[in-house]
């Protein structure tokens, strides 16, 4: 097989990690006989940098032609949020050029990782749920939006299409695992909640096959901590999925754990880590790789159908974890070389 990958590392811990992920897939090419031509763009606050602008039409023109897209991680503290353009403005533009409607972050506590998770053993155990996040509309694209020194104003906005998307891909991925699907929302307050909600019982009535329930974003952010095993699909709207996604990356004991796919309507899917750029650790080479790679896996079986290859990855960064191989953010002292290099020779 012979695909296309655009490469965006991006800022801070981005470029180390990507580098990690580089190295895992050309394993892959070795062992499988794959040919992955790797396109290297600037995207974030390095793309400011060299081209004056976020998101230049070059990188756009690759990601547009490319099968997949590898993304690093953007931003810092060089490239200030409040200006004109900042890394930030950048990832909301490609996810609305790509139509990137679809975010999957899956959190899987396997047993060799319950010590590194901050909650008790017996509360994470068994964990292993996905949390589906609209990515391309809501409180984060709405018009208007303007902020002066005295008012600042955000528009939360969707519409019926828009939910019944993301719902119907939320069920359908609840048939192939355990059929549970939890719809999360503020519908006591929010008219796009209560909206959200009347959708989801429309949806749902067509998966009888699926269970459906809702919980107030507030009290899923109480549930993922009390009893996270319980949970199967989670889908939401943008901000909310944003907000407990990174919550439950503690259940995994670090965000440097969580891989992450944005799927699009009609054009390439993204893949990146959960995490930030880091910028307090990077050029340190202590970054956690792990999250990358799992993107790369996420790849290879959601973009590519290579579904064994995916699983050897998986296999190897789980077999490395129960080997006590451990970055600084897991309580160990691999640096982020080391770290690949396990999962590589477990490959």
Not at 70 to 75: E, Q, T
Not at 77 to 104: F, H, M, Q
Request: hydrophobic share 40%.
């Amino acid at each position: 097989m012979e695909k296309n990958i655009v490469c965006l590392p991006g800022d801070g811990i981005g470029t180390e990690v990507v580098e990690s992920a580089v190295a895992v897939i050309e394993k892959i090419e070795q062992k499988y006989g794959h040919k992955f031509n790797l396109i290297y763009k600037d995207f974030g606050g390095i793309a400011i940098d060299n081209h004056g602008n976020s998101f230049p039409q070059d990188t756009l023109d690759a990601c547009l032609k490319a099968d997949a897209i590898l993304l690093g991680a953007i931003g810092g503290p060089k490239w200030p949020t409040t200006a004109p353009d900042s890394p930030e403005r950048g990832l909301l533009a490609i996810r609305k050029s790509l139509n990137l409607n679809v975010n999957i972050r899956p959190v899987t506590v396997y047993d060799a990782q319950l010590h590194m998770s901050p909650l008790k053993e017996e509360i994470v155990k068994g964990t292993d749920f996905t949390i589906i996040r609209e990515l391309s509309s809501g409180l984060y694209f709405g018009q208007p939006k303007y902020r002066d020194n005295d008012r600042a104003v955000d528009t939360l906005a969707y519409s019926r299409e828009e939910i019944e998307n993301i719902l119907h891909f939320a069920f359908k991925l609840a048939r192939k695992r355990r059929s549970h699907v939890t719809s999360v929302d503020k519908a006591n307050i929010l008219d796009t909640s209560k909206l959200w909600r009347q959708i989801a019982e429309e949806v749902g009535a067509q998966y009888s096959d699926v269970k459906l329930d809702h919980l107030y974003v507030d009290a899923m952010a109480m549930e993922l901590m009390r009893r996270p095993a319980f949970f199967d699909v989670i889908v939401t709207e943008n901000m909310f999925g944003d907000i407990l996604s990174d919550e439950a990356s503690m259940l995994a004991g670090s965000l440097g754990m969580l891989p992450s796919a944005s799927h699009s309507i009609n054009g390439p899917s993204l893949y990146e880590p959960s995490h930030g750029s880091a910028p307090d650790i990077a050029g340190q080479k202590i970054a956690n790789p792990i999250a990358t790679i799992l993107s790369v896996a996420m790849m290879l079986d959601q973009s590519f159908d290579l579904t064994a290859e995916a699983k050897n990855i998986e296999e190897a960064v789980y077999k490395t974890i129960e080997q006590g191989v451990a970055t600084k953010d897991l309580g160990g002292n691999a640096t982020t070389t080391e770290m690949t290099e396990a999962i590589i020779s477990n490959i």
